[in-house]
Nanobody, 119 residues
Framework: QVQLVESGGGLVQAGGSLRLSCTAS????????MGWYRQAPGKQRELVAV???????TYADSVRGRFTISRDNAKNMVYLQMNTLKPEDTGVYYC?????????????WGQGTQVTVSS
């Protein structure tokens, strides 16, 4: 089991930046991939960015070139630097972790942090 806590959301104007953080804790979890997802009102939760413990990254097409995911493996933390934000980036951002063995990404979620981008 792992607990995830996100922080760093807020209200920002279009073109602005925010940095999200997520901390994973638990009984010495073995974490492989960590990722960020978001859910806009009335829409399904979608993948934003994922990074493996080895540093391989995957981004949604809509954020590639604007968002950067990074990790501190020693601290079990993952970050999402969001630049050039757009109103369509608005939503609740969730952190998730792949815990080995047996728990794929999406098995554990944080409480989410709200990001609102005004036009």
């Amino acid at each position: 089991q792992v607990q995830l806590v996100e922080s760093g959301g807020g209200l920002v104007q279009a073109g602005g930046s925010l940095r999200l953080s997520c901390t994973a804790s638990g009984r010495r979890p073995r974490i492989n991939s960590m990722g960020w997802y978001r859910q806009a009102p009335g829409k399904q939760r979608e993948l934003v960015a994922v990074m493996t413990s080895g540093g391989t990254t995957t981004y949604a097409d809509s954020v590639r070139g604007r968002f950067t995911i990074s990790r501190d493996n020693a601290k079990n933390m993952v970050y999402l630097q969001m630049n050039t934000l757009k109103p369509e980036d608005t939503g609740v951002y969730y952190c998730s972790a792949e815990v080995v063995p047996g728990y794929a990404l999406g098995s554990f979620w944080g409480q989410g942090t709200q990001v609102t981008v005004s036009s």
